[in-house]
């Protein structure tokens, strides 16, 4: 059973991307994404229970912090759902003992591998399955340890997943970027330095209108990779995701080999651009040779019909101004230079007060200054008390020593207050509710904040946008002109003087108030000139 | 999509000062821009975008300014000097960008520019005044720009040159005041698209900002991405019923839930802006293009042809619209567009009941009102209150409903009121007028219904939403719509609404929910809590999104000039943008545990997880469980859980009500063995 082959015949089955159209539940073969936690997320291929897997009695299973969960109990279920642990026996499956367990019959499709345990490469050899066809697989039993939850694969999620091979762009600069070069449904997108895929995946999405037939334009996005592993890995990876036919991988060094494929043009609208030196492949993206205009033979790889949009993704002002220098020179126009600045927040509530539980986050210190003076007061007056039980047993008290009373009796008065707090709380957990004694549930006890994450990214890297009008020759001119002859032109629109705005006005006046009235003057003028006219030949 | 410009299409005309301009490019007609000049709109109907012309001057032969394309190697020519200057470059720069550098005419003078190009003003001309720093008085300004020719040119050099303090001038203020003086009179233009990005700065920076509530384009980026707003799959057209005039709703077509595909949500309170992004991404905002050429000359004909109807039957046009049906309310600058293009192309009309809506790649608004505000869509020439509107995808594409027809369709009188019956010879015995209202309302039934009940089938891709109202209210009925997994984005100009959005879904609300804490909920299905209708405590059902999280951006811009890169001094405040994202999630049944797999680790080590404490009744695997191995299960695990629940207790304040939950879940756990 060769697993890491299988994930490429399963997606052949599946027509869509699972990025571009999940489907309503989770299949067989599918990328899957398991969320842990808000940000821990994890890729997986599911694959059919199928016999023992990797020594795993229930087939194919991904390992957490939050329990063991068998591929088998994520397969078939609708996206968003809440998966729980399974007992697995993850103990012995080194060992080549042979353990009595409870089995039964299950039906199984050919097996996927997953890309997220770091199995062990071993081979299962516990041949407790003769036959493939009837293996068994071990019924699973759910566990108190955890769950996930399992989401459908989109380029947010897939970003903060991935496995890194490079820096990667993540979703504000990505979401920003594709905004602005105008990648839409259609469109044929150049991105050289493909790296990890986050923004290759990001892309696609955006220009997806469908997967191309013979012949047919459909958006497209041609990607370049110098490197070669990561290419190669890319490449898989795009055939898992079945992205293969929407995404045109090609490995090369862009400085020197440019953006044709196979000599002809893609044809693309929009370039991203992140490579260490963009202006060293600026050249290639131009209308035409810019060393010699006249070169009827080189081939520009832009759509000779449209604007181009460009982005670069430089993270040092010294490649920029590279960058911005090259493009001026190179005919580019409108270039304009951004940072962006993401923040996350999280909330929560802020739990400040004396009488609060003695949880974890609360802040047990008086809450407002009414609580601080009750407080005061309350270790003065317990301070006197004592002093006056004292004096009573011992005069010969000093000055020194009422101080030190006074600590005693706050740390005294601490104490109690603590133990109060417990013996309210027992109850309260113990009862119907998790209900302090205050009578506000634990959840909406205290003040809602927003605070930005402990660690933010001040700087990603600079985002140089421009833009590069067609070509417009003398001809184009010229056929255009005759197009769009110069007539008498009368109205004028935009910027009218005032008289133009005034006369406007009083034409629309007229026409509201009196639309009747106007149409009856109109018809007297009217009648007023056929009479004029006819006048003098009625008379003879 | 935008290649050439099109007569009657939209565009952004952007001025030397920064702004820009939005008008329709009708034909034949002059286009003014002010002091910058003014131009016949023919001279740049058929051209490309995102060329930059400057308006020439008169010439004694005609009666209008002609265009000259300003190649971009002029645009950028001081930057280029300045660049080989600095890098002490003595040959000059290529001809043509030395050339183009600000200078005036030949044999002027004066002259800005030295032969090797560089910018540093010198003048043989002698200082008049001393005691005004530009000796150029108003009048002479006026003058010299009434005859001013080389667009605006001249006046620049001769300001410049006539500046008797310009030697004083550091090569910085020096760029600065060129700068400030080449905005004031260089007459130049640039035509840009209306795109969503493009649109959405101009509305946000010159028009009015708070119409589209202040959204950024950060802000579409993230919400675009994050809603996971893309191309939803090939059109899907549901077949025509051809129900006759005398059949009832019992020949509408009935929604076939598993045909719909690739549906958003969408609350959208920003006029129209927030569909526009999501149309444009979905690939439904502009006009499918088939070889620009060809569009262009049909279109051009077609321009011929109106043209000379236009000027007689414009009055005429309009009459024949209202008579159709609800009189077109307020389509402030617009009609024009609707009215020239209406006569296109005559749709093939089906029955009464034929839905013209895709199942697929479409978008669902719900709004407040009784019609939807959309209004900036008529910038890409939709409207969507016109009754014959020409062919635009958004019509096949574009579903609105009001929460009233979601929530109480029963109450909603289109929705409710049975469409009427006529049979055909009753039906020609009838007034034109009166047959067409019957066939409005037919139409009007089919429509309601088909969009009610579609949305309320559910299973949507994703939700979208950029709204004044409450997002707890908005989430509360459109939760239970969507799909397993699909994302959520909401955006908010302020922090407030959505962070107490997102502390319905904090952990120990979710903790408390799932531990059977809540009374009300105990002996409610999974579907009946999807439905959720909410209380004080819980206002939405916290098992229900997963993944929360509150995020902003902000674009921060540079000046990127030689030796001068710098982020700009001032930028656009006011609301910093907020975006909400969570995924739909479908808990699982019963109750969940997560005490982490403790078997080593000290107790308190694992409290950093979400606690969520309770026995499964069932497990969801497809694998059916036989009845006595769940009970089995169930046993042994309360068995395992019991001890456990006393340090579990004490140490994670989030489990501290495992014990006392024990005997809700009991009994449910009972109901749920008994039904398998």
Known sequence: ??????????????????????????????????????????????????????????????????????????????????????????????????????????????????????????????????????????????????????????????????PHRTQVVYTPDYSYVLHRIRARPGSVLIEAGAGSGSFTHASVRAVYNGYPTEGERKGKVYSFEFHEQRFHKMNKELKEHNLD????????????????????????????????????????????????PEDKDWVSPLNPKKSAHICTF??????????????????????????????????????????LSMDRGVNNSARDVDEALSRLTDIETRFREHAAKSKESDDEMDGDEDDGLIKRCEKKEQKGRKKKVKTDHKPASAGSVETPASGVPLWMEGRLITRGEPEIKTHTSYLVFATLPREWTDEDEATAAARHPVTGEQKVIGVVDKAARKQERREQLQKATGNRKARRMERAAELAVTAEEGAPGVVP | MHSLIRPNAWVGLKLPSGSTKVIQIIPDTTISLGKYGAFPANLVLGRPYHLTFEVLDKTLEETFSRLRIVPASELHAEAIAEEDEAEGNATPATGSANDAVLTATEGEEFSLVDEKGNVVARSGREVIDDSAIQTLTQEEIEELKREGNNAGKDVIAKLMLSHTALDQKTTFSLAKYKLLKTKKYIRRFQVVPIDVAGFAQWQLEEKDASKIMDMRAEMFGLVGCWGNVHYGGEDSMINDPHSRSDQCEKTCVPVQPDELKGRWLVVDDTCGMLVAAMAERMGVLYPKEGDDEEAATAEQQEVKTEASTQNGSAQQNGDVEMADAVPETTVPERPKTMATNKKQKVRPKGS??????????????????????????????????????????????????TWLQLL?????????????????????????????????????????????????????????????????????????????????????????????????????????????????????????????????????????????????????????????????????????????????????????????????????????????????????????????????????????????????????????????????????????????
């Open chain 1, 245 to 292: 036919s929407l995404v045109h991988l090609t490995h090369r060094d862009v400085y020197n080999g440019g953006f044709l494929i196979n000599g002809k043009s893609p044809e693309a609208e929009a370039i991203f651009l992140d490579l260490p030196a963009p202006w060293e492949a600026l050249h290639h993206l131009s209308r035409r040779n810019p060393k010699n």
């Open chain 2, 408 to 676: 109480k369709p029963e109450l909603d009188t289109s929705y409710s009121t049975p469409p009427p019956t006529a049979s055909a010879e009753e039906l020609a015995s009838w007034k034109p007028s009166r047959r067409g209202n019957f066939h409005r309302k037919r139409r009007r039934f089919a429509r309601t219904r088909y969009i009610v009940d579609s949305t309320r089938a559910g299973n949507f891709s994703g939700l979208v939403c950029a709204s004044s109202m409450d997002p707890i209210s908005i989430l509360k009925h459109t939760l239970p719509l969507l799909a397993g997994g699909a994302p959520v984005a909401i955006y908010s100009p302020s922090i407030e609404p959505l962070a107490a959005l997102a502390d319905c879904f904090s952990v120990p609300r979710r903790t408390a929910w799932t531990s059977g804490n809540v009374p009300e909920t105990v002996d409610k299905s999974l579907e009946e809590l999807e439905r959720w209708e909410g209380n004080e405590q819980f206002p939405l059902n916290p098992t229900l999104l997963q993944g929360v999280s509150i995020q902003t951006s902000r674009a921060r811009r540079w000046q990127v000039l030689p030796m001068r890169t710098h982020p700009l001094m001032t930028e656009r405040g006011g609301a910093d943008g907020y975006v909400f994202t969570a995924w739909r999630a479908k808990p699982a049944e019963g109750r969940v545990e997560a005490r982490g797999k403790f078997k080593k680790i000290q107790p308190s080590k694992k409290a950093g997880k979400t606690e969520e404490a309770g026995t499964p009744a069932e497990t969801p695997t497809p694998a059916a469980v036989e009845d006595d191995d769940a009970a089995m299960a169930a046993k042994r695990k309360r068995a395992d859980t019991v001890p456990a629940l006393d340090t579990e207790g004490a140490s994670a304040p989030e489990n501290a009500a495992t014990d006392d939950v024990a005997s809700p879940t009991k009994k449910r756990k009972v109901d749920g063995g008994a039904e398998v």
């Open chain 1, 1 to 162: 059973m060769d697993d890491t082959m299988a994930p490429a015949t399963c997606s052949q089955a599946l027509k869509i991307s699972p990025f571009l159209e999940p489907g309503k539940a989770t299949k067989v073969g599918s990328l899957a994404i398991l969320q842990l936690s808000r940000d821990n997320l994890q890729p997986v291929y599911l694959q059919a229970p199928a016999g023992k897997h990797d020594g795993y009695a229930e087939g194919a299973v991904v390992n957490t912090r939050y329990g063991s969960f068998p591929h088998s109990t994520m397969i078939g279920v609708p996206w968003g759902s809440q998966i729980r642990a399974s007992k697995v026996d993850t103990g012995s499956r080194g060992r080549n003992n042979k353990r009595k367990r409870n089995k039964s019959d299950d039906d199984r499709n050919e097996g996927s591998a997953t890309v997220t345990e770091e199995k062990t490469e071993q081979e299962s050899t516990t041949a407790e399955v003769n036959d493939d066809s009837s293996a068994a697989t071990k019924k699973v039993v759910a566990d108190v340890s955890g769950f996930i939850h399992i989401l459908p694969p989109t380029p947010e999620v897939w970003t903060s997943s991935l």
């Open chain 2, 352 to 401: 009464d009941f034929a839905i013209p809506f895709s199942q697929t790649n479409t978008l669902t608004v719900i709004h407040s009102t009784s019609q939807p505000n959309l209004s900036l869509l008529n910038y890409w020439n939709f409207d969507i209150t016109a009754p014959n509107h020409p062919p635009h995808p958004l019509l096949n594409h574009l579903l609105n409903l």
């Open chain 1, 314 to 355: 430089s993270p040092c002002i010294e490649q920029v101004t590279k960058t911005v220098s090259a493009m001026r020179r190179l005919g580019w126009v409108d270039i304009d230079m951004v940072e962006i600045a993401n923040r996350k927040y999280h909330t929560s509530r802020e739990r400040v007060g004396l009488n």
